[in-house]
């Protein structure tokens, strides 16, 4: 199984052939949906595995930023909904948390470097429940 390939180029490995390709699927009983506490329970599980699906792609990036290099950064910065901006202890400095696509690290770390961004942090995301 392969998504992206990176496993495959560390290994010096090479596909020759795709056998299948495949999609999730969750499948539940009708009698079992029925049963409030079985819903309940089988809700959860979809909930999680959509979270799990949601996330796929995705990283994390958090960063400080000075307040007067904000703006300029917050303009380049995608995110999901709005980047999150908390206030640091200097009040001069704030942090800065997004989700992004994995693809565009590369890209946009640098632009964030050059707008004034430092302590650039990027972290795997597992779940995304929106």
Request: hydrophobic share 45%; with cysteine; net charge positive.
């Amino acid at each position: 199984m392969t998504e992206t390939g990176s496993s495959l180029r560390a290994n010096k490995l090479r596909i020759i052939a795709e056998i299948l390709q495949s999609t999730t699927r969750f499948i539940a009983n009708h009698d079992a949906y029925k049963d409030d506490w079985k819903r309940h329970k089988i809700d959860d599980i979809v909930l999680m595995l959509r979270a799990t699906m949601a996330a796929e792609g995705k990283v994390g990036l958090m960063m400080n930023v000075p307040k007067n290099k904000l703006n300029e950064v917050i303009a380049i910065l995608p995110a999901l909904k709005n980047p999150t901006i908390s206030s640091l202890s200097d009040d001069q400095w704030f942090s800065v948390s997004t989700i992004i696509e994995e693809s565009a690290v590369r890209k946009l770390v640098p632009q964030l470097k050059s707008a004034g961004a430092c302590g650039i942090v990027e972290y795997p995301i597992s779940k995304i429940i929106e």
